[in-house]
């Protein structure tokens, strides 16, 4: 699955309809052009909806969402893709604080209790040392560290963030 930085959801559709469009790799051609979602879709979605806490907004547009919600929207619509593996494009980037930790502490609990790997892109050091079992810096291209976030001090985050 995927949860992109900014959302890429269908503003004038409803939260459940884009849910539900994580699923259309898994529906015939003919129903993903008419827009027709079986019953276990839409049951699905409204799960994933409930788990990711927007169950009061499912037939909210997206363009009606705030950023919090789109997200968590975009969450939802990874998770109908049943994966192993989400990657996370700077998913809180755009974010208030609250929201943020909110997201973080959700893609947390999908990864404990799902056992979903969760691949994050981050700039933001202390959510990465905080929430990361591992962390990889790139710099220039290169990996400049990889490791334990516990193993990452305030010096070496000085020397990632330096431009010589």
Same mark, same amino acid.
């Given at each position: &699955? #995927?949860?992109? /930085?900014?959302?890429? +959801?269908?503003?004038?559709?409803? $939260?459940?309809?884009?849910? =539900?469009?994580?699923?259309?790799?898994s529906?015939?051609?003919?129903?993903?052009?008419? &827009?027709?979602?079986?019953?276990?879709?839409?049951?699905?979605? /409204?799960?994933?909806? !409930?788990?990711?806490?927007?169950?009061?907004?499912?037939? &909210?547009? $997206?363009?009606?969402?705030?950023?919090?919600?789109q /997200?968590?929207?975009?969450?939802?619509? $990874?998770? =109908? /893709?049943?994966?192993? +593996?989400?990657?996370?494009?700077?998913?809180?980037?755009?974010?208030?604080?609250?929201?943020?930790?909110?997201?973080?502490? +959700?893609?947390?609990?999908?990864? !404990?209790?799902?056992? #979903?790997?969760?691949?994050?892109?981050?700039?933001?050091?202390?959510?990465?040392?905080?929430?990361?079992?591992?962390?990889?810096?790139?710099?220039? &291209?290169?990996?400049?560290?990889?490791? $334990?976030?516990?193993k990452?001090? !305030?010096?070496?985050?000085?020397?990632?963030?330096?431009?010589?």
């Amino acid at each position: &699955g #995927v949860v992109f /930085q900014q959302y890429n +959801l269908i503003n004038r559709l409803t $939260a459940w309809t884009n849910a =539900m469009t994580g699923d259309l790799g898994s529906l015939s051609p003919w129903m993903s052009l008419v &827009g027709y979602f079986p019953r276990e879709t839409i049951d699905r979605a /409204q799960s994933h909806l !409930e788990r990711v806490g927007i169950s009061d907004k499912v037939n &909210g547009r $997206a363009d009606t969402l705030s950023g919090g919600q789109q /997200q968590r929207v975009g969450i939802a619509r $990874a998770l =109908m /893709q049943n994966p192993q +593996l989400i990657l996370v494009d700077e998913p809180v980037s755009s974010l208030d604080p609250a929201s943020a930790k909110s997201i973080m502490d +959700l893609l947390r609990e999908i990864n !404990e209790k799902n056992g #979903v790997t969760i691949l994050c892109s981050l700039h933001i050091p202390d959510l990465a040392q905080k929430y990361g079992h591992r962390v990889i810096v790139l710099k220039k &291209g290169k990996i400049a560290f990889d490791g $334990a976030p516990k193993k990452i001090n !305030e010096t070496m985050i000085e020397s990632f963030y330096k431009s010589s």
